[in-house]
Every structure is written in structure tokens, then in C-alpha cells.
């Protein structure tokens, strides 16, 4: 008879782990805090499921172990996340490299989730809130409200604090902490930034295809190029969650953030003085707003007018050309202060968790033989484009089957031991 696995999180990779363990001969058990399985997989992708990216490499993550990471990644890659998915019928498509169930419903991933659970006889505790984890000479004890299981093994894979109303509600740090293990520090990841300037309402709603560049004290930490969204409190889009995770670690430090965004990403300085000198061209009987009318959405460039100290009334030809040429500045540089992110309820991913060097490459704990982690609650957060579901599913599977006893039939196994 196979070992007992006890999962605390029914999530992406607390499913991935069950799976993989029942599906190896180990009775296991889901002890989940929501009343159903997989509640967060339904948000994912805009409720399409972005479920992995065919381009995988450590360079679309962030973690202080890249070494760690690209060993497991490398033991369950995008091909087995494929191949994972087909054995229980779900068929998967690539579009410009971005892996999504043909049928673009998220509700279909987390259908052929469940029905495997259900017919591999995988236990299912719904609504059960997960205390604490407590290593015997022989068992391992997990307590919930007044209540406890042991079990010959246990894998933690209880997400992280992002979307708490899903049930992420950061239980499994304490859960680690409580078993030795040290924290990299957690942050909101994939999330808004909200910014200190006080006109963001006249712009929100815009949308812009821009390069946006992350800076501390005059120093450039990174880059993003995407749609860059306007909120009345800061700025969102693709570009800005990649950047997020960064900003809040500034901000952690006591750095200063700032953000300056180039909405002409891909004109050269010669081209743009170019399109300058055609400008300049129709100043003739128009007001500084027409001169500038056409060149960027128009909420902006009534706000980059304010900026550079213009009235839009007035008459193009006898304008300040400093204040016409700061206005040109604003749309290759427009400066902004960072001074906080939306909170967990808004962020896609936690950045942080529990560190991989204390882990060992089947991801047990070396703190604790016999608990293993998978997930969000190890540091590893990944970019946008399905990074963050491979992990879940490449860690929920390493975990599950080295768990589950048979560590041997792992593929790739033999070229890391």
C-alpha cells in the first residue's frame, strides 16, 4: 500500500500534486479552506487559462535561487505540462506561443482537475482551515479547527496572500515559518501601481502602446514595453505588473521609485526630431491644442500642454517654444512618482516565499523530511503569459511524485541524482 499524502491547498499545484500522487499509488487527502476546489484557476487569463508559455526558461521568473528553479523546470516542462493535461482529455492549443485549453474556458482545466481527483479517489476536505503542521518520529499531524489528521507525508501548497477572497490568505508562510524555514520577503506581485501626482483623474481610462522604464534614485532597475493603462490613482497594463514586483521591493527598501514612460517606443531620437520639424509646419492659424491634435490620445496631450505651462487656447505661432518643446519632452519621458501598489486583493501573484535553498530538488523541506512545499509559496513568481500556472503545475507534480515514494519513474530524474 502507498504512503498517506495529505495536501493542505486545493489550488493549481495542490491538484497537480493529488494527481500525481494518486495517480502513483498514495492514498491522499485535499484539505482545502474553500468550500470547492480551484476557485483562483477560474480567474486566470481573463477566465481563458493561460496554462503555460512554450517559451520557459528561468528568465521569465524572478527567484533568489535561479539554479534551483531551472533544475525543476527542466524536469517538468512545458511538453509534460502539455502531456499532463492530454492524459486527462483536455486539449491544449498555442497561440504565438501562449498555451490555452482549445476551448478557451478556464472552467475546463479545472473540470478535467476535478474529474481526475474524483476518479483517482483522491479525499477531499472542503472548508478546512489549516493550523498547523506538526512533524512526529513517524507522522506527520495537521490541525484544523479542533480537529487533526496524520499522515505519512505532507505537501504545503496553500498559495501565497494574492487574491485573498480565493482563499489565499497567506496561512502557509506561518505554516513554514513555524517549521524553521525562512521567508524571502513577500510582496504584491503583477499588480497596479498607484502614483503621487494629482492628475490622474483627467487621464484615466487612456490607453497607450508605450515603453516603460523603472527607476531608483536616478538609477534604472528595468524595462517593459506593452499597453500601458491610465487609472485615476496611477498607471496598469502588462508593462507595469512585470515592473510591480520591483517597485514594491524599492519601496520595502526605502528607495524612491519613479516610472517614465516613452510613448513613441519606436521612433529613434532622429525620426522624432524629424516628425518635430513636420509639426512645427502647422502652427499657422491654430490653437496649441490643434497644433498638438492627432499626436497622442487627446486626454494626454491636454495634460502634457498643462504640464509644459501652455494653455491650449492659445495661439500655436506665438507660444513659448521651451513650453513647445517640453511638451515634446513629456511624450518621450513622462516622469512619474511611485509611492505605493494596490494591496494582495488586486495582485496576481505574490512575490517571495519560502527560499528553494532550503528545499531540496524533490522540494522537501530539508528543515523537516517528510513536508514538502509547492506553488506560490515558495519564492518563485513568474512573469505574465502562463509562467505562474507551469510552476504551479511543474512544482505541484515534483512534489507529488516525490511524495508519493516513487521518486525513480520522475523524468529526468536520472540526470539529477
Same mark, same amino acid.
Given at each position: 500500500?502507498?504512503?498517506?499524502?495529505?495536501?493542505?491547498?486545493?489550488?493549481?499545484?495542490?491538484?497537480?500534486?493529488?494527481?500525481?500522487?494518486?495517480?502513483?499509488?498514495?492514498?491522499?487527502?485535499?484539505?482545502?479552506?474553500?468550500?470547492?476546489?480551484?476557485?483562483?484557476?477560474?480567474?486566470?487569463?481573463?477566465?481563458?487559462?493561460?496554462?503555460?508559455?512554450?517559451?520557459?526558461?528561468?528568465?521569465?521568473?524572478?527567484?533568489?535561487?535561479?539554479? +534551483?528553479?531551472?533544475?525543476?523546470?527542466?524536469?517538468?516542462?512545458?511538453?509534460?505540462?502539455?502531456?499532463?493535461?492530454?492524459?486527462?482529455?483536455?486539449?491544449?492549443?498555442?497561440?504565438?506561443?501562449?498555451?490555452?485549453?482549445?476551448?478557451?474556458?478556464?472552467?475546463? +482545466?479545472?473540470?478535467?482537475?476535478?474529474?481526475?481527483?474524483?476518479?483517482?479517489?483522491? $479525499?477531499?476536505?472542503?472548508?478546512?482551515?489549516?493550523?498547523?503542521?506538526?512533524?512526529?518520529?513517524? #507522522?506527520?499531524?495537521?490541525? #484544523?479547527?479542533?480537529?487533526?489528521?496524520?499522515?505519512?507525508?505532507?505537501?504545503?501548497?496553500?498559495?501565497?496572500?494574492?487574491?485573498?477572497?480565493?482563499?489565499?490568505?497567506?496561512?502557509?508562510?506561518?505554516?513554514?515559518?513555524?517549521?524553521?524555514?525562512?521567508?524571502?520577503?513577500?510582496?504584491?506581485?503583477?499588480?497596479?501601481?498607484?502614483?503621487?501626482?494629482?492628475?490622474?483623474?483627467?487621464?484615466?481610462?487612456?490607453?497607450?502602446?508605450?515603453?516603460?522604464?523603472?527607476?531608483?534614485?536616478?538609477?534604472?532597475?528595468?524595462?517593459?514595453?506593452?499597453?500601458?493603462?491610465?487609472?485615476?490613482?496611477?498607471?496598469?497594463?502588462?508593462?507595469?505588473?512585470?515592473?510591480?514586483?520591483?517597485?514594491?521591493?524599492?519601496?520595502?527598501?526605502?528607495?524612491?521609485?519613479?516610472?517614465?514612460?516613452?510613448?513613441?517606443?519606436?521612433?529613434?531620437?532622429?525620426?522624432?526630431?524629424?516628425?518635430?520639424?513636420?509639426?512645427?509646419?502647422?502652427?499657422?492659424?491654430?490653437?496649441?491644442?490643434?497644433?498638438?491634435?492627432?499626436?497622442?490620445?487627446?486626454?494626454?496631450?491636454?495634460?502634457?500642454?498643462?504640464?509644459?505651462?501652455?494653455?491650449?487656447?492659445?495661439?500655436?505661432?506665438?507660444?513659448?517654444?521651451?513650453?513647445?518643446?517640453?511638451?515634446?519632452?513629456?511624450?518621450?519621458? #513622462?516622469?512619474?512618482? +511611485?509611492?505605493?501598489?494596490?494591496?494582495?486583493?488586486?495582485?496576481?501573484?505574490?512575490?517571495?516565499?519560502?527560499?528553494?535553498?532550503?528545499?531540496?530538488?524533490?522540494? $522537501?523541506?530539508?528543515?523537516?523530511?517528510?513536508?514538502?512545499?509547492?506553488?506560490?509559496?515558495?519564492?518563485?513568481?513568474?512573469?505574465?503569459?502562463?509562467?505562474?500556472?507551469?510552476?504551479? #503545475?511543474?512544482?505541484?507534480?515534483?512534489?507529488?511524485?516525490?511524495?508519493?515514494?516513487?521518486?525513480?519513474?520522475?523524468?529526468?530524474?536520472?540526470?539529477?541524482?
Amino acid at each position: 500500500m502507498g504512503y498517506s499524502v495529505g495536501i493542505v491547498g486545493g489550488g493549481a499545484a495542490g491538484m497537480a500534486a493529488a494527481v500525481t500522487a494518486a495517480g502513483q499509488g498514495a492514498m491522499v487527502t485535499i484539505l482545502e479552506g474553500n468550500d470547492r476546489l480551484g476557485r483562483k484557476i477560474l480567474s486566470t487569463g481573463n477566465g481563458k487559462c493561460n496554462l503555460g508559455n512554450e517559451n520557459l526558461g528561468p528568465e521569465n521568473y524572478y527567484t533568489e535561487s535561479p539554479a +534551483v528553479l531551472d533544475a525543476c523546470l527542466k524536469r517538468f516542462d512545458t511538453r509534460s505540462t502539455v502531456a499532463f493535461f492530454r492524459e486527462m482529455g483536455l486539449t491544449v492549443k498555442s497561440r504565438n506561443g501562449y498555451l490555452y485549453p482549445l476551448s478557451e474556458q478556464a472552467a475546463s +482545466v479545472l473540470d478535467v482537475l476535478r474529474y481526475e481527483v474524483r476518479r483517482l479517489g483522491v $479525499e477531499v476536505i472542503p472548508e478546512c482551515r489549516v493550523r498547523h503542521v506538526d512533524s512526529g518520529k513517524s #507522522w506527520i499531524r495537521v490541525s #484544523w479547527d479542533g480537529a487533526y489528521r496524520d499522515f505519512d507525508r505532507v505537501i504545503v501548497a496553500c498559495g501565497g496572500r494574492a487574491a485573498p477572497k480565493s482563499g489565499s490568505d497567506g496561512s502557509g508562510y506561518r505554516i513554514a515559518e513555524s517549521l524553521g524555514h525562512r521567508l524571502v520577503p513577500v510582496v504584491p506581485g503583477l499588480v497596479q501601481l498607484r502614483c503621487g501626482e494629482d492628475y490622474f483623474k483627467s487621464v484615466a481610462g487612456v490607453r497607450a502602446e508605450a515603453m516603460v522604464t523603472l527607476w531608483n534614485r536616478g538609477k534604472q532597475i528595468a524595462g517593459e514595453r506593452g499597453e500601458l493603462l491610465l487609472t485615476d490613482y496611477g498607471i496598469s497594463g502588462i508593462p507595469v505588473f512585470q515592473l510591480s514586483r520591483r517597485a514594491n521591493y524599492i519601496l520595502r527598501d526605502r528607495g524612491i521609485p519613479e516610472v517614465r514612460v516613452d510613448f513613441f517606443p519606436d521612433c529613434s531620437a532622429e525620426k522624432f526630431e524629424e516628425l518635430i520639424r513636420e509639426r512645427k509646419k502647422l502652427g499657422k492659424g491654430r490653437t496649441v491644442e490643434e497644433f498638438f491634435a492627432g499626436m497622442l490620445h487627446k486626454k494626454l496631450m491636454l495634460l502634457f500642454l498643462r504640464l509644459a505651462g501652455l494653455r491650449a487656447s492659445e495661439d500655436a505661432q506665438t507660444a513659448d517654444s521651451e513650453k513647445l518643446d517640453r511638451v515634446y519632452r513629456l511624450c518621450r519621458q #513622462w516622469q512619474v512618482s +511611485v509611492t505605493g501598489s494596490n494591496s494582495y486583493e488586486h495582485a496576481q501573484v505574490c512575490a517571495g516565499g519560502v527560499s528553494l535553498e532550503e528545499v531540496t530538488q524533490d522540494l $522537501e523541506s530539508k528543515k523537516v523530511p517528510g513536508i514538502y512545499f509547492a506553488g506560490e509559496i515558495l519564492d518563485v513568481d513568474g512573469k505574465c503569459g502562463g509562467y505562474n500556472l507551469q510552476w504551479a #503545475w511543474c512544482s505541484g507534480h515534483i512534489a507529488g511524485m516525490a511524495a508519493s515514494g516513487d521518486v525513480s519513474r520522475f523524468a529526468g530524474a536520472g540526470k539529477d541524482r
